[in-house]
């Protein structure tokens, strides 16, 4: 039971980020919308920023294992970095929802969050960079997916599938 409380802690924490600004959630609001009480919150996470860290952290969690699953398919970290996220479906829109409410804690206030979107961030740069041994070729791959996965959570258009395609061809080490 622990672990769903901590997941619809987590949830609610999501949720208010997407309407609210990182300065006005709170941690009663934050339990009222888990339905906890705040002793239930603070039992998971002591302080607000702990929580923020925690939410950005399943955030890294959940992104590492789409990219494990990928890999396991046949998938470079090349390919999955540079595919064009599709949004219509329940796990895609889940996590554009919590990157979303994740950059919204990156204020430069929080030590322990910044510290915790960095961690995510390397760890995506980290396949990227054992599959490619050219580091500006990695970086450059993660510069190209990161401007697509952007594109895609704002509904803007998304490139010609055949220019798509050539991209990854030229891209792919």
């Known amino acids: 039971m622990a672990q769903g409380t901590r997941d619809r802690i987590l ?3 999501e949720k208010l980020l997407l309407v609210s600004s990182v300065a006005q959630v709170t941690l009663e609001g934050v339990a ?3 339905g906890v009480s705040k002793g239930g919150l603070l039992y998971h996470f002591p302080s607000k920023e702990a929580l923020l860290a925690a939410m950005v952290r399943r955030l890294g969690e959940r992104s590492d294992q789409q990219l494990a699953d990928a890999v396991a ?12 996220p599709d949004s219509s479906t329940a796990e895609e829109l889940s996590l554009f929802r919590s990157i979303i409410a994740a950059l919204r804690t990156v204020d430069g206030q929080h030590d322990e969050i910044q510290k915790a979107v960095i961690e995510v961030m390397r760890s995506w740069d980290q396949g990227l ?5 050219d580091p500006v070729q990695a970086e450059i791959i993660r510069l190209v997916g990161d401007g697509i996965y952007l594109a895609a959570m704002l509904g803007l258009p998304q490139p010609d599938p055949e ?8 891209l792919m080490p």
């Open 163 to 170: 220019l798509h395609r050539q991209v990854i061809e030229r």
């Open 73 to 84: 398919g046949g998938t470079s970290a090349t390919e999955f970095y540079l595919q064009i």
């Open 129 to 133: 960079q054992t599959e490619n041994a």
């Open 11 to 13: 949830d609610a924490l």
């Open 32 to 34: 009222t919308e888990a």
